[in-house]
């Protein structure tokens, strides 16, 4: 009999902070959706563009960086400023 390993998903609370942009419009949050931010609440707050994200994963890392991966995969042209914590 064999044991498989299962690999625990925890849930990791994190904002995306991003710069490059003066709003947040409908077509850019589709994006954000359709690139798999669909775990993120986004807004538009003292100038940035935020994304709180509460992503399962195995750690804190591969949360943080599956996150910033599928915000660049949208194609919405920003940069990147901090990451806070929720």
Known sequence: MSVKSSTL??????SLRYTGLDDLTEAMVDAFFEAGCDDAT???QE????????REAPSFKDALLSAIE???RSAV???LVRVEPI
């Open 9 to 14: 998903q925890k849930t990791f609370s994190f």
């Open 42 to 44: 986004l807004g538009f």
């Open 47 to 54: 100038g940035l563009i935020f994304l709180d994200f509460h």
């Open 70 to 72: 599928d915000v660049e």
């Open 77 to 79: 042209p920003i940069r």
